[in-house]
T-cell receptor, first 114, second 114 residues
Framework: AQSVTQLGSHVSVSEGALVLLRCNYS??????LFWYVQYPNQGLQLLLK??????LVKGINGFEAEFKKSETSFHLTKPSAHMSDAAEYFCAVSESSGNTPLVFGKGTRLSVIA | NAGVTQTPKFQVLKTGQSMTLQCAQD?????MYWYRQDPGMGLRLIYYSASEGTTDKGEVPNGYNVSRLNKREFSLRLESAAPSQTSVYFCASSEAGGLGGKLFFGSGTQLSVL
């Protein structure tokens, strides 16, 4: 069975500072990994995903994440935070076999301070 | 494109009342899902349907039933609502190729059970 741990339920950064949201996963088979973002009063939308191939994946709005198998991690980064990045971010994992649904982490709320 | 449409957006029930949450997608996706979102708990899977005619329990199925009416529609029913079912409910669908692919979410239903 898969699981996801997001370190830090709330992260606060200054505008222009580096954003780092941490995600560690557990999976007995090669995983597919995802980051979703949820803006207030909206559903979730995909930021980026890793399936196979290049371990550094780029997503929308300048975000990127790196799959590190040895560390079982998939941390999300952005070099320079904007006020519009304030939202809740969810890491999710599924099996590459396609036989199980996504399992989500508990989420990290990102605040951006002017 | 409408994507995933959920109705209603808001609902208030009294304990013991029943209701059905409706969900429809127009992307010809095989798989559909119902999640609930609670503060500090992330998204938890209630039920899912890998394809038309099949449904399976997720992490938190107790107190709920589902119907995959056709390929487009997947409804969630609360037979006797309880205060513990106060939550935000999200319907989602995923692209072909198994259960672990990219999810497309509806905008959610905010349910309060008094």
């Amino acid at each position: 069975a898969q699981s996801v741990t997001q370190l830090g339920s709330h992260v606060s950064v200054s505008e222009g500072a580096l954003v780092l949201l941490r995600c560690n996963y557990s999976s007995s088979v090669p995983p597919y990994l995802f980051w979703y973002v949820q803006y207030p009063n909206q559903g979730l939308q995909l930021l980026l995903k890793y399936t196979t191939g290049a371990t550094l994946v780029k997503g929308i709005n300048g975000f990127e994440a790196e799959f590190k198998k040895s560390e079982t991690s998939f941390h999300l980064t952005k070099p320079s935070a904007h006020m519009s990045d304030a939202a809740e971010y969810f890491c999710a994992v599924s099996e590459s076999s396609g036989n199980t649904p996504l399992v989500f982490g508990k989420g990290t709320r990102l605040s951006v301070i002017a | 494109n409408a994507g995933v449409t959920q109705t209603p957006k808001f609902q208030v029930l009294k304990t013991g009342q029943s209701m059905t949450l409706q969900c429809a997608q127009d992307m010809n996706h095989n798989s559909m899902y119902w999640y609930r979102q609670d503060p500090g708990m992330g998204l938890r899977l209630i039920y899912y349907s890998a394809s038309e005619g099949t449904t399976d329990k997720g992490e938190v199925p107790n107190g709920y039933n589902v119907s995959r009416l056709n390929k487009r529609e997947f409804s969630l029913r609360l037979e006797s609502a309880a205060p513990s079912q106060t939550s935000v409910y999200f319907c989602a669908s995923s692209e072909a190729g198994g259960l672990g692919g990219k999810l497309f979410f509806g905008s959610g239903t905010q349910l309060s059970v008094l």
